[in-house]
Structure formats: C-alpha cells, structure tokens
C-alpha cells in the first residue's frame, strides 16, 4: 500500500513551540499533500508539494519533500492554540489511482 | 464561493436499518468523493464520481453499500443493512475535474450503529 503513515501519533506542545510531523510512504509519487481536520469538522487542504519539489512555504507552515527517502515533514513555526487539530498526509500515485491518507498525527497546543 | 455542503450531520441508527447521506459538491465542481473514517484512523475512499459515472469503487463494499450522483450534481450514500462496524464519520469531498488535490471537503456526517 502507498499509506503514508504519520509519525508520531500524537504530540503536545507549548505555545510559540514549532511542531514538526513527519509523512512516510511506500511507492512512487506525483504529489504529497498535507491537511488540517479540527474536532468534529471535515479536513481542510494546507499544501500540495510536487514530487519535483523539495520545499515550500505557506505562512507559518514549511513542508519537505524527500521523494529518495520516501518522506515528507510538516513544520509548523510558532504553533498557537488554534493550531491544535490532527494533521493528515495524502499522497497521490497519478493515473486513477485515489488520494490516500495516512492516520494522522493529533496535535495538541497547550496555551 | 459555498463549500460542499452534507446532511445529516448526525445519525443513530439500529443495526441492519438502512441510512442514506446527501452531498451537494461545490459548483462547478466536476469530481465527488465519499470517504468513511473511522474514529483515529484517516480517510478510507469508498466511491469516486467523474460527473455521473463511478471512476472507482473498489473499497465500496457492494452487498450494503450504494451511492448515485444522477445528475452530475449532489448524490446519495446508502447503507442498507447497516452493520455495527459501519460507525464512521462519512465525508464527502469535491475536486475540478482532472484534479487530485486540493479536495474540498464537508463537515461529515457521524454515523452511530447501535
């Protein structure tokens, strides 16, 4: 399977801290994509990085993309309150095959 | 511009009842997924929609499961009978045609089987 599997599961944090999460998968990939899903709420799209990128930026938010280790990070810099959500990867293999999603890591901010 | 709009957002049903979700995509919109997440785990694709016809289904489980979008437009998930196992959260997620990312997706509906 090409589920990317978050790592860790779950981290709790101070606020100001950065939080890093971390995305790997199996097969071959056109693009990663990060999303946010707060408690009872559907996922909402972060970044999409290309297999042919290696960095991006987005506000507060800094995503990697290392396509020979298979593996993708989440950096979220000065994490605040509202920040506490679980963040999910998705990769994409191209073709028709479907977005799949990883299991999520569950962020908690502390104020 | 409206997000994808789904109903009901809460449903406790019995088991072996049957249950139906609606999903209405953003306009224009020509992809509609149905996802079902368990509680702790992500998103599992059940059905992918190209307009009116059915991209992929092969996670869909057929002897329960059903879903329609005649129109191209909103559609219907089914459950008939319901098992105890299908207690998830169903999303429903849109995309422009061709496109895999980024899905917009709705609030969910939370299935509880008793």
């Known amino acids: 399977s090409q589920q990317g599997e978050e790592d860790p599961q779950a981290l709790s944090i101070q606020e100001g801290e950065n939080a890093t999460m971390n995305c790997s998968y199996k097969t071959s990939i056109n693009n990663l994509q990060w999303y946010r899903q707060n408690s009872g709420r559907g996922l909402v799209h972060l970044i999409l990085i290309r297999s042919n990128e290696r960095e991006k930026h987005s506000g507060r938010l800094r995503v990697t993309l290392d396509t020979s280790k298979k593996s993708s990070s989440l950096l979220i810099t000065a994490s605040r309150a509202a920040d506490t959500a679980s963040y999910f990867c998705a990769t994409d293999a191209g073709g028709n095959t479907p977005l799949v999603f990883g299991k999520g890591t569950r962020l908690s901010v502390i104020a | 511009e409206a997000g994808v709009a789904q109903s009901p957002r809460y449903k406790i049903i019995e088991k072996r009842q049957s249950v139906a979700f609606w999903c209405n995509p953003i306009?224009?919109?020509?992809?509609l997924y149905w996802y079902q997440q368990i509680l702790g785990q992500g998103p599992k694709l059940l059905i992918q929609f190209q307009n009116n016809g059915v991209v992929d289904d092969s996670q869909l489980p057929k002897d329960r499961f059903s879903a329609e979008r005649l129109k191209g437009v909103d559609s219907t998930l089914k459950i008939q009978p319901a098992k105890l196992e299908d207690s998830a959260v169903y999303l429903c997620a849109s995309s422009p045609q061709g496109v895999k990312g980024p899905l917009h997706f709705g609030n969910g509906t939370r299935l509880t089987v008793t």
């Open positions: 306009s224009g919109h020509a992809t």
